[in-house]
């Protein structure tokens, strides 16, 4: 298969913003390279294009891209995101989030924006703790794990990501890992084509502060770890509960067809003024 | 479909009806809000009118959502207007700082009520005064436009944008309970009687863009995300182009310019009214609903020939220095009565000259300072 490099690189900011933030063995990065290829494979114009993302490594991620960007407050990122595709509906919004960022400073706010089902796609990179603070733990950090902030293991139990937001009303809830990347670029992808509020929660290792904190080895041992503690959504289906145990699920959890906000507010808007007219 | 905005005709008017219609007429695309007493006839009217015109409007889930929501719709291109008080504007400190840094137009309606806290929410108040100026962290800008009665709502809402639109930055109309929920006669402007500005757009090929472009005037043309510009905007202190920087001299640069757009523009800001100051040993200062009070006060006291004059600041940030100045600083006693313990006077004091006598005049019970208040405190000093 052809190296798809040159095709990434055309939608970086290479000459001028590179090297980047992220630590070596960090799964940010591969999250972005599909992030790209998914809008590559769908042919998106760089100027129809906005990434918004809030605060955190993920977060780091637009000042890299060659979109319209937008790096905004902590736990944020959704609702400047809001604004910026009501004012334009014609932009292809996506708000790029890491789990703190996601789920806790920002839970009211992707709660909401599910809820409402407006047309945006949020990626959330779940790498279990804050890691540009130093590994912290957060809504999504296992009961019993080490952080710095759960010294003697964490007690409170933690989000579904994926269960929260279907729940919630998004019509698109997927998961992926950057292990499985070819697999992640086909979610990013279905999640981009939706027509909605798509959410695609990805696994992803960070070696340097939670990882550490765990014992749980190098980047490498992390990935084999992703590989090895998750299972796809049809073979899951097809096996009995105490063989899934412990396992997280990849793939497609919701996917139906919901009308979307910004659609709903311009009917609004004809249907207001044509009676206004009458 | 008739015009929303009363164009040339007279009518009884609410003070926060007559900040909806304001934002209309300086061409409001975008609204986002959160419900909180006393400023909610505004989204409530805006709800009613922004859908016939085809503008957005939406309800966000707290106040934090809806400034981060104006912003982003804002950076997309659309004038941007929110409305709230005390409570939701100390919740919106963290998107007003943001935007003062990333250099967004949008104007934020503050609504005073009695605080701190929830304190009494349906009663009047001018306890944000300082909030206004400093209540987000960090050195940043900062535009305060007071009204004192149902038209100037209207005026100073459509002066708020264009400040706003033109120096990109936050523009904040700080109306208080009583001139929010008042009642007045108003005689609107003609529509070719009222000046809006918009933003200014690059013209230069899209390579040449620079998002915070160093000008003569320290504010740079600003592109629309959709427009064909791709820039990137972030909180973190930035350079030229939106990225983010920690060397010295492009923080300096950066940091320098977000000062000097307003403090080398005074004169663009700058609005006051004076009364009968010339001859007048003592001098009412007053703002907003208090202003009122203040020149009622003048009234009694000429009707018993004692002469007071009456100075009112309309935009109180950046206050007004140079012109305080030389109209206060030969005067024996300056009374400031506020609807706090004191916040404005603390710039009258550092304003004016050892020789004039500042005494101040509180109230924090969610009721006004009456006229007959301001006269007893007057006869006391003089």
């Known amino acids: 298969m052809a190296s798809r490099l040159p095709d990434e690189y055309r939608y970086l900011r290479h000459k001028k913003r590179f090297p980047h933030v992220w630590c070596p063995g960090c799964g940010i990065g591969i999250v972005l390279g599909s992030i790209i290829r998914a809008i590559d494979s769908l042919g998106w114009e760089l100027n129809d294009i906005l990434m918004v993302s809030g605060i955190g490594c993920t977060s780091r991620m637009p000042v890299y891209v060659d979109f319209n960007t937008l790096h905004t407050t902590h736990g944020r990122a959704l609702a400047f995101g809001t604004g910026a595709k009501m004012a334009n509906p014609e932009l292809n919004v996506m708000a790029v989030m890491g789990d703190g960022d996601a789920l806790a400073i920002g839970g009211n706010h992707i709660i909401h924006a599910a809820r409402r089902n407006i047309d945006i796609t949020s990626i959330i990179v779940n790498n279990s703790n804050y890691g540009m603070t130093g590994g912290q733990f957060s809504p999504t950090t296992p009961r019993g794990m080490k952080t710095s902030t759960t010294p003697y293991g964490m007690i409170e139990p933690e989000f579904d990501i994926c269960g929260l937001l279907a729940g919630a009303g998004a019509p698109f809830v997927a998961r992926g890992s950057v292990y499985h990347v070819m697999e992640l670029d086909g979610l990013i992808r279905r999640a981009f084509e939706k027509k909605g509020f798509s959410v695609v929660e990805v696994l992803s290792p960070c070696p340097t502060n939670f990882g550490r904190a765990n014992r749980l080895g190098d980047a490498v041992a992390m990935m084999e770890h992703l590989r090895d503690s998750t299972i796809p959504i049809a073979q899951a289906a097809k096996l009995p509960p105490e063989k899934t145990k412990g396992k997280m699920v990849r793939g497609i959890f919701v996917d139906r067809d919901v009308p979307e906000y910004t659609d709903l507010y311009q009917e609004l808007c004809d249907r207001v003024q044509a009676e206004a007219g009458a | ?359 101040p005049l509180h109230r924090v019970d969610g009721y006004e300072i009456t006229p007959e208040e301001i006269v007893a405190k007057v006869q006391e000093v003089m």
């Open chain 2, 1 to 359: 479909m008739k015009a929303i905005v009363p164009w040339g005709e007279t009518r009884l008017v609410q003070g926060n009806e007559a900040v909806a219609l304001g934002a209309i007429a300086a061409g409001i695309d975008f609204f986002a809000g959160y419900p909180i007493t006393p400023s909610t006839e505004i989204a409530e009217m805006l709800a009613r009118y922004l859908p016939l015109k085809g503008k957005k409007w939406i309800q966000m889930e707290d106040e934090i959502a809806s400034i981060s929501a104006l912003i982003g719709a804002s950076l997309a291109g659309a004038k941007s207007m929110t409305a709230t008080s005390g409570p939701g504007f100390s919740l919106m400190q963290e998107g007003l700082g943001y935007a003062c840094m990333t250099e967004v137009p949008l104007v934020l309606v503050n609504v005073m009520r009695a605080g701190p806290s929830t304190g009494l929410p349906t009663q009047v108040s001018q306890g944000d005064v300082m909030q206004a100026r400093w209540g987000t962290h960090g050195d940043h800008p900062c535009v305060v436009l007071v009204p004192a009665n149902v038209r100037e709502c209207f005026d100073l809402t459509v002066r708020a944008f264009n400040l706003s639109e033109e120096f990109r930055t936050p523009v904040i109309l700080l109306s208080d309970e009583v001139i929010g929920h008042m009642r007045e006669r108003v005689t609107f402007p003609q529509r070719e009687g009222v000046h809006v500005l918009d933003r200014p757009q690059p013209v230069c090929p899209v390579e040449w863009y620079q998002h915070y472009h160093q000008t003569a005037s320290n504010v740079s043309p600003m592109a629309n995300y959709g427009s064909g510009y791709r820039f990137h905007v972030t909180g973190l202190t930035h350079d030229v182009h939106g990225f983010p920087t920690r060397k010295v001299d492009e923080v300096n640069a950066k940091m320098s310019r977000l000062k000097h757009k307003i403090t080398r523009r005074l004169d663009a800001f700058e609005d006051v009214r004076a009364h009968g100051i010339k001859g007048s040993r003592v001098v009412i200062f007053a703002y907003g609903s208090v202003y009122r009070s203040a020149l009622a006060a003048q009234e009694i006291l000429a009707r018993k020939r004692r002469k007071v004059g009456v100075f009112r600041p309309v935009t109180i940030w950046p206050f007004p220095d140079r012109t305080a100045k030389e109209m206060l600083d030969d005067k024996d006693v300056l009374i400031v009565p506020e609807l706090n313990q004191g916040q404005l006077i603390h710039e009258v004091e550092r304003m004016t000259v050892d020789s004039v006598r500042v005494v």
